[in-house]
């Protein structure tokens, strides 16, 4: 099949033009340009697949748009760019910035594989994953959180660490060329709404969860919680009310109620907005764990896949379980007891 420089810098461009002389320069035989990391991602994409072609513009296809044969194609093509990229082995990032050197290798063993899926970001586009801050009272009781303590830590003034760490970990594995930061929702500066945004915690204690919800006008809400004690619980647009439930004797939280969605951002509709959020903290961890545990991240990813074929906004409203010793149970999509509520529903 012919393929153009126009077409290839259509898609790798995406809403931003991409120039031919630039593309030139990377596929010269004579005096070629090393391209960026980052794009490498993308042409092991474009070229996994003709349908990149088929259609005009070129584009490039969304993971989830990727059938199980082109992943594989990808995930070879990805390795094998990368190996000429940087022959020096074992490759690193010239210029590895604020997080230091960072290992390009993708797979791991076969039935533990940890690239693509739902956080493989295609474009490697800047990733910000964004938090939010223990309210004040809370602050005030942890330790080391006065700045003018020569022990502070910034981090035990953020909220939902677990799924802060577990989510980090993961996205920064599957996409080690990518530029992937953590933010408080405060601190948050003009560009970086634009990129691809991973809001960790409810609507509670993260300002930005809640005005993307309203952007988004979301078929699942989340009602925060009057007071400390209180629930709280997440509402569908059909009328119905999903509560977590806690042990009458003594408060203990039995079972969270958690949400996960991925769809545009609507800040830079070429970018993609991910909200994983619970009505508690084990609930937030639950979601992330849903496409994060080496046990279940396979047949959760199969289940979007076949379930959400044909659509890149999907949302999934389940139920996280509690051990006995207070742990989460990851969710399994594939149980139906497990899934609360789906959009879009079957068949639209």
């Known amino acids: 099949m012919k393929v153009t420089q126009q077409q290839i810098a259509e898609a790798l461009g995406g809403d931003t033009a991409l120039s031919l002389s630039l593309i030139s320069s990377w596929e010269s035989t004579h005096k070629p ?27 490039l296809l969304s993971e989830h748009e990727l059938t199980e ?14 190996s ?16 230091g050197p960072r290992p390009l290798t993708l797979s791991g063993s076969v039935d533990q594989k940890i690239g693509g899926g739902t956080w493989f970001f295609p474009d490697q586009s800047p990733i910000i994953i964004v938090c939010g801050s223990l309210p004040k009272r809370f ?7 006065d700045t003018k303590d020569p022990d502070y830590v910034r981090s035990y003034g953020l909220a939902d660490l677990d799924a802060l760490l ?10 080690p ?21 991973v809001l960790i915690g409810g609507v ?7 005005d993307i919800t309203r952007r988004l006008d979301l078929p699942v809400r989340q009602q925060m919680r009057p007071r400390d004690g209180d629930p709280g619980y997440f509402s569908t647009a059909e009328g119905d009310k999903f ?10 939280l039995l079972e969270d109620v958690a949400h996960f969605f991925r769809g545009k951002n609507p800040y830079n509709a070429s970018r993609t907005v991910t909200l994983c959020n619970g009505m508690y903290g084990r609930g937030t961890y639950g979601a992330v764990r849903a496409l994060t545990d080496a046990r279940f991240r396979d047949r959760n990813e199969e289940y979007v896949r076949k379930r959400f074929r044909d659509t890149q906004t999907f949302s999934i409203l389940m139920r996280v379980r509690i051990n006995p010793n207070g742990a989460v149970v990851t969710p399994d999509w594939m149980q139906e007891q497990h899934r609360l509520h789906e959009w879009p529903a079957a068949g639209e």
């Open 33 to 59: 340009v090393l391209p960026p990391a980052s794009r490498l991602a993308q042409y092991a994409t474009f070229f996994a697949s003709r349908r990149s072609v088929e259609s005009r513009p070129a584009h």
């Open 69 to 82: 044969v082109e992943r594989v194609v990808r995930d070879e093509l990805h390795t094998q760019l990368l």
């Open 84 to 99: 000429l990229r940087f022959p020096e082995g074992p490759q690193y990032l010239e210029d590895p910035g604020q997080f």
């Open 139 to 145: 602050r005030e009781r942890m330790p080391f959180m």
């Open 166 to 175: 577990e989510v980090h970990g993961h996205i920064r594995a599957v996409n």
């Open 177 to 197: 060329v990518a530029d992937v930061r953590i933010c408080r929702s405060d601190e948050l500066g003009e560009d970086d709404f634009t990129a691809h945004l």
């Open 204 to 210: 509670d204690w993260n300002p930005i969860n809640r």
């Open 243 to 252: 509560e977590p439930l806690l042990d009458e004797a003594n408060g203990s």
